[in-house]
């Protein structure tokens, strides 16, 4: 619980001194996501270096009403003592969606001892956002947002913070940020994307309207976008001046993605922070069925498509079985599948190994992006191709690398790009 005992009064801690105190300074951070940021993901990030998690986004309305039992044990499910517990599960931040200031203290209220803030989710971009009037949404009803924040911070006995998406122009994206750290939000987390740019249309996050809000408030700020390799951590942190970089997609594809790297030649840096993708699916299920705490089938079916989507285009039998499965006690159906993708992947690394090629020798470089290509044996982020070489230029801030530039590209670990066109 993020309050410092005084000799007068429990005082909350605030900003940096919540940040520093009871965060520990996180710079590495997972992203709260529908149905996949859940507690056996949570433990698996942590092992890879995660120094933050959220909790998926949890319906305020849904779960406030105490006799919402069965909604509160498959959101936020206390009743094992795993789940926010501080052997588990800490540092964490659960996430609500409101658009009603009661409801959302109530839900607040029922987990503000199992947790150390409680976000609101102020950037879903979805339609059953739109449908509930929450998420980015509410992003014109700043009266109403500032009361959302008010109460949690007037009335919990942790600190809130909230998670935006940008408007088109810098300065009112930096004038609603002002707005919600003057309504008491601790930490802001900017999503440098509009509300538009989602699915097919996600494109690039931009950097200058977070840069801009870190420069303009006195509070913590996370960046959110464009996260899609290791290096891409510093290169924010670098060019925003923010305390932490949160990821969604990029790490629901990589759970490594925030491991750090070895000292020592390429091929093992690359490896390490693109283990082999079944090792990491079995890891998972491991603490799926370790867990006393439930996992929802559809949270593992979803992992288990985004950490072995490099080979499962071409594993199409152990894509079409992994599809197939129902039912709620499956975990051995995921785990047989997941070794015969690994028995498969170690068949293919070895047969590369034969023909005397190296790790670098199998990276290609996607034309369209300029963005390295694994082999398909290790975990690796899913990126959208560019439709066409118009819409190449509309993101680019360079042309399509040279030859030797992709060659450099290729034991660097960067884009040969000056500017990765990253889409999470």
């Known amino acids: 619980m993020a309050v410092q005992t005084t000799s007068d009064h429990p005082r909350k801690l605030a900003g940096y001194d919540f940040y520093h105190q009871i965060l520990g300074s996180p710079k590495l951070i997972v992203a709260p996501m529908v149905d996949q940021s859940e507690l056996a993901w949570r433990i698996l990030s942590r092992r890879y270096g995660a120094q933050l998690c959220y909790t998926p986004m949890i319906n305020a309305k849904m779960f406030s009403p105490p006799s919402a039992h069965a909604y509160r044990a498959q959101a936020f499910n206390t009743s094992c003592l795993e789940e926010g517990s501080s052997t588990h599960d800490r540092p964490l931040i659960v996430q609500f969606c409101a658009n009603n200031p009661s409801q959302l203290l109530t839900s607040a209220l029922a987990v503000q001892d199992h947790c150390d803030a409680i976000d609101i989710n ?3 971009p979805q339609d059953i956002a739109r449908k509930g009037h929450y998420g980015s949404f509410l992003m014109d009803e700043w009266e109403l947002i500032h009361d959302l924040i008010n109460v949690l911070h007037e009335n919990l006995s942790v600190p809130v913070t909230a998670k935006f998406r940008i408007f088109p122009s810098i300065e009112k994206t930096v004038a609603y940020a002002k707005m919600l750290e003057s309504a008491g939000a601790q930490i802001l987390t900017c999503h440098g994307r ?9 494109g690039l996050a931009d950097w200058s309207h977070i840069k801009a809000v870190k420069e303009a408030v006195r509070v ?59 090792d990491l699916a079995l890891e998972y299920l491991a603490i799926v069925k370790n867990l006393k705490t439930p996992t929802s089938t559809s949270a593992v079916k979803g992992h288990l498509f985004k950490i072995m989507h490099p080979a499962l285009g071409r594993e199409t039998d152990l894509r079409e079985r992994l599809g197939r499965i129902r039912g709620s006690n499956v975990v051995e159906e995921y785990i047989e599948i997941a070794k015969e993708m690994k028995q498969r992947m170690e068949r293919d690394a070895a047969e590369a190994m034969k023909r005397r090629q190296m790790i670098d020798d199998l990276i290609t ?25 118009t819409e190449a230029l509309k993101r680019a801030s360079s042309p399509i690398p040279s030859h030797e530039e992709v060659k450099r590209a290729r034991l660097s670990g960067q884009s040969a790009r000056s500017r990765c066109l990253h889409t999470v």
């Not at 290791?230 to 924010?236: A, L, P, S, T, Y």
């Not at 790490?251 to 283990?275: C, E, I, K």
């Not at 470089?365 to 439709?387: A, D, N």
Request: charged share 15%; glycine share 8%.
């Open 194 to 202: 509009l509300r538009t740019q989602r699915g097919q249309n996600t």
């Open 220 to 278: 913590p700020v996370f960046a959110n976008g464009n996260i899609l390799f290791h290096e891409d951590v510093e290169k924010c942190l670098r060019e925003t001046g923010v305390d932490g970089v949160m990821s969604a997609e990029g790490q629901l594809y990589n759970p490594a993605l925030f491991a750090p790297a070895p000292s020592g030649n390429p091929s093992s840096t690359l490896t390490s922070a693109h283990p082999p993708h079944a």
């Open 122 to 124: 102020l950037g879903c």
């Open 365 to 389: 470089i996607e034309p369209t992006t300029g963005l390295r290509v694994l082999p398909h044996w290790l975990s690796q982020p899913y990126f959208r191709p560019l439709k066409s070489p």
